[in-house]
């Protein structure tokens, strides 16, 4: 399994050279899985020498029978699901859906990967959208003053469509959503701070049921 996530996070290992101590977690499964390799193979060594009077053909079968077990773990066992339904890493398989985006987060979350980070695929109005943590946070705040301030809520909503929905539709491209990620970071933060205060219940899980 460390071997899977050393493999996994490996195309960002430059970034985690390149920012020692923030990037340590992307460094640490590579290390992790290379140690691990070492101290399997100094441990294959030494059975080896413990068991060299056994048939060469049982300890084959021993072998492969073990091989066997671990993949039968992984794949049928829904390990690898865990990296292969991900959008972004080595193992990855799921990629942005291609449907136009005409608010704000959407267009910010498909902006480079290893900067607005996705989390999962979603669904908004039937189609498929690509969601990361900043157009969670900001659709819980949506949420959260539809709940307690609706009509407040509504006006925020409506003033929001005139403003920025003809703007939206003439933003393209990943750098501009990823500078538009940047730009709405502080908003991000603040609708974070609200939905602290004023949800009177888990917001994280407000910010998990958005785009179910």
Known sequence: MCVVVALHFGPYVPLGVMFPFEGLPLVAPVVAGLVFLSALRARLRDRGREHASIAHTWMWAAGIGGLWAIIQRLVFGGVF???????????????????????????????????????????????????????????????????RWPRFG?????????????????????????????????????????????????????????YR
């Not at 929905?165 to 990823?178: E, F, K, N, Y």
């Open 81 to 147: 699901d865990a990296f292969t339904q991900a959008c972004t890493g080595f193992l990855a398989t799921q990629s942005p859906p291609p449907v136009d985006c005409h608010y704000l987060c959407t267009i910010a979350a498909r902006g480079p990967r290893w900067l607005v980070r996705p989390v999962r695929l979603g669904r908004r109005r039937g189609l498929t959208i690509l969601v990361n943590r900043q157009l969670m946070t900001a659709n819980a705040f949506e949420d959260l003053l539809h709940e």
């Open 154 to 210: 509504r006006l925020c909503r409506r003033l929001y469509d005139w403003l920025a929905l003809p703007i939206c539709g003439h933003l393209r491209g990943p750098w501009i959503s990823a500078s538009l990620y940047l730009l709405m970071k502080p908003l991000e933060y603040l609708f974070a701070l609200a939905l602290l205060l004023c949800d009177t219940g888990d917001p994280e899980e407000r910010r998990s049921k958005m």
